[in-house]
């Protein structure tokens, strides 16, 4: 059973920074891109930043972009969130997500429906 456990979530002012933990279990990790999203009260969730198996491809969604660094450990099975910057729209449940099965499992996927496995979200709320 594949789980994902978000972590590092809070309360931080504006121009803040937080770091996103995400540590996956129940797979071989480093076979698979890796996704974060957000998705703000009554809204949609968005496409944050994506990082494929090796690390070595990220893309950005472009509010994020130079404010926010996607990264990953295969060695912890673990992938991380880097903000900094931060505004009050980033206020927002963020989410890991893990992509599934099949011969694209390790790359990246900008869409909500590229991933099969979702964490349960961390809280971020930029204060001003």
């Known amino acids: 059973q594949v789980q994902l456990v978000e972590s590092g979530g809070g309360l931080v002012q504006v121009g803040g920074s937080l770091r996103l933990s995400c540590v996956v279990s129940?797979?071989?990790?480093?076979?698979?891109?890796m996704g974060w999203f957000r998705q703000g009260p009554g809204k949609e969730r968005m496409f944050v930043a994506t990082?494929?198996?090796?690390?070595?491809?990220?893309y950005y969604a472009e509010s994020v972009k130079g404010r926010f660094t996607i990264s990953r450990d295969n060695a912890k099975n673990t992938v991380y969130l880097q903000m900094s910057g931060l505004k009050p729209e980033d206020t927002a449940v963020y989410y890991c997500?893990?992509?599934?099965?099949?011969?694209?499992?390790?790359?990246?996927?900008?869409?909500?429906?590229?991933?099969?496995?979702w964490g349960q979200g961390t809280q971020v709320t930029v204060s001003s």
């Open positions: 990082i494929d198996w090796r690390g070595s491809i990220t």
């Open positions: 997500a893990a992509r599934g099965e099949g011969p694209v499992r390790g790359l990246t996927s900008a869409s909500v429906r590229g991933y099969d496995y």
């Open positions: 129940g797979r071989t990790f480093s076979s698979y891109g």
